[in-house]
């Protein structure tokens, strides 16, 4: 396969532990970013992990810099940018919200992957390898849904903005790659915190709780399985 190596955001739970750990396994070398700890960094000596607030988006230039210095130019292969952290709250209607909740989820969720993007773009146009981004997307971006708004538009903001990117990369001498992944429902914390929610607050969370329990949900494991895929193609 080559000497292959992936960013991988939001690797402390769910898709992207799954995704990394199975990296991983196959000899790949993986950079998790999440704010919470991992214990991946003790199993596997080809994984490091970055504690970093994906809502600080001025130091995500740096965060990618220091990240590539580590990654050996004349060795790598292929190297990939999976933009998986994503916040569902607020989970509320809209003149519930506040500036600071509508703020930090807009950052982590749409603004963060944006500069992402461009930073790992900018800053691996030198090398010869393969590159490719995966945004992992949502069923969300295209259907409304109420007491969602934050949450829909900013997946539906990543579809665009992965359109758009693929459209600028098309003409270039070595282009990225830029897709987006809808995983669909999948077992995940995301879920679990819709499904906490009072009826009152989040008028789907009955429609969260009928989908987790009539056995709907993909797990993280097969989920990651299926994003493997897609970089492979």
């Known amino acids: 396969m080559g000497n292959r190596h992936f960013i991988i955001t939001g690797t402390s739970k769910g898709i992207g532990k799954q995704l990394a750990e199975l990296l991983l396994k196959k000899g790949d070398h993986v950079y998790g970013i999440a704010r919470g700890t991992s214990d991946l960094e003790e199993a596997y000596e080809r994984y490091q992990h970055v504690q970093f607030d994906l809502a600080d988006i001025h130091s995500i230039d ?9 990654i050996p130019p004349q060795e790598v292969e292929f190297i990939g ?12 209607p809209i003149d519930q919200c506040i500036a600071e909740e509508i703020s930090q989820q807009l950052h982590i969720s749409l603004a963060a992957p944006m500069i992402l993007t461009s930073s790992f773009i900018q800053q691996t146009s030198h090398l010869n390898a393969r590159r490719k981004i995966v945004n992992v997307s949502s069923g969300s971006g295209s259907y409304p849904a109420p007491s969602m708004a934050s949450y829909c538009t900013s997946k539906a903001g990543m579809n665009m903005f992965t359109q758009c990117v693929a459209m600028e990369q098309s003409g270039q001498p ?54 493997m895929e897609q970089l492979e193609q």
């Open 62 to 70: 740096d965060l990618v810099s220091g990240i590539l210095e580590q």
């Open 81 to 92: 940018l999976i933009n998986n952290a994503a916040m569902l709250e607020p989970l509320k």
């Open 174 to 227: 070595n282009p990225v790659e830029v897709i987006a992944f809808d995983p669909g429902m999948v077992d995940t914390e995301l879920q679990a915190v819709a499904r906490g929610k009072s009826v009152k607050e989040f008028a789907l969370s009955g429609l969260f709780n009928e989908v987790y329990e009539s056995g709907q949900l993909q797990s993280a494991s097969v989920v990651a399985e299926q994003l």
